[in-house]
């Protein structure tokens, strides 16, 4: 009786073998190594936080105003708000921004007479 129970118990641990060690190396099923499901980058500023390459976050700010000779051939100027747009990536300890884009966006107010609205 003992013998039977120590052999089924052998074939039980032969056939789960191969799952638990399969599971244990985080391979995929055809063998591959599984990737982390996001990309990230080690922070610059701090030495044990990363950067993950996504999501990004964007900033706006209403930096300045600034005036232009009218489009329509008048002696006016047209005057525009800019906004400056800042895309970065934040770390996820120190809280380090990663600028990636910086653009400025004009935003057509009115037309004036005076040169700075």
Do not use: W
């Not at 003992?2 to 985080?26: D, S, W």
Request: net charge negative; hydrophobic share 30%.
């Amino acid at each position: 009786m003992l013998k039977k129970l120590f052999v089924i118990m052998c074939i039980l641990g032969m056939t789960l073998h191969p799952t638990i060690v399969t599971y244990a190396q985080e391979v995929d099923v055809d063998g591959t190594k599984i990737e982390p499901r996001i990309e990230v980058i080690d922070c610059p500023n701090c030495t044990n936080g990363v950067i993950p390459k996504s999501p990004v976050y964007s900033s706006i700010e209403a930096a300045h105003k600034e005036s232009f000779p009218c489009v329509h051939g008048t002696h006016t100027y047209d005057i525009y708000e800019v906004y400056e747009i800042e895309k970065y990536q934040q770390c996820t300890s120190c809280g380090y921004k990663l600028v990636i884009d910086h653009v400025e966006n004009h935003e057509y107010l009115h037309c004036s007479n005076s040169y700075f609205g």
